[in-house]
């Protein structure tokens, strides 16, 4: 099945700076890559998602971009704002008959200081 | 209001003692998902459903059982409950039929299982 690696697992810049977050999956018929935002104590939301047929895609300061060939994909966050602070989640869907199984990576605490 | 609903929202029970966690969404959405969140395992998706009468395996399904008989409900069954399904659950929807889009969480439901 999919496996999907997530790095790394803390991250800490400062206010303004820019924070990369990268994945790795397995599987080579994955087409779509969602990442997600989870503050302190709440529930995941969508941030920004990406389908394989697209090699990038921005949405204000953030952006996701693909390589397929490497089967990675990375979240890029600019002039961040204490208020990214947050974990953050990519994931990838499965192949085939079991597009609808979605798997995680392990989560990325992004910590920006003021 | 467009929600997710997740009941109970805390859950202190035995090994052993067959339990229920309702999930139910009023957006008329065909995508249903459950998800246990375990610090640094990130969000593992236990089953999804496509639609109703369609539920499929995620990655960790063993020990959990679902059903969708109704379009808004995706009840999430533990029939023995062990210690190590301590954990923090997650209920989703999504638009389609598929996990193309953006998924709404639940609130959580918080399970401890002593």
């Known amino acids: 099945g999919e496996n999907v690696e997530q790095h790394p697992s803390t991250l800490s810049v400062q206010e303004g700076d820019s924070a990369v977050i990268k994945c790795t999956y397995s599987?080579?018929?994955?087409?779509?890559f969602p990442w997600y935002k989870q503050e302190l104590g709440k529930r995941p939301q969508l941030i920004i998602d990406?389908?394989?047929?697209?090699g990038e895609k921005k949405d204000q300061r953030i952006a996701v971009t693909l390589n397929k060939t490497a089967k990675h994909f990375s979240l890029h966050i600019t002039e961040t704002q204490p208020e990214d602070s947050a974990v953050y989640f990519c994931a990838a869907n499965a192949g085939g008959t079991s597009y609808g199984k979605l798997t995680f990576g392990q989560g990325t605490i992004l910590t920006v200081h003021p | 209001e467009a929600q997710v609903t997740q009941n109970p929202r805390y859950l202190i029970t035995v090994t052993g003692k067959k339990l229920t966690v309702t999930c139910s969404q009023n957006m008329n959405h065909e995508y249903m998902s459950w998800y246990r969140q375990d610090p640094g395992l990130g969000l593992r998706q236990i089953y999804y459903?496509?639609?109703?009468?369609?539920?499929d395996k995620g990655d960790v399904p063993e020990g959990y059982k679902v059903s969708r008989k109704e379009k808004r409900n995706f009840p999430l069954i533990l029939e023995s409950p062990s210690p190590n399904q301590t954990s923090l659950y997650f209920c989703?929807?999504?638009?389609?039929?598929?996990?193309?889009?953006?998924?709404?969480f639940g609130p959580g439901t918080r399970l401890t299982v002593l």
């Open positions: 990406i389908r394989s047929n697209v």
């Open positions: 989703a929807s999504s638009y389609s039929g598929s996990p193309y889009n953006e998924q709404f």
């Open positions: 599987d080579s018929a994955s087409n779509y």
């Open positions: 459903s496509m639609n109703v009468e369609v539920t």
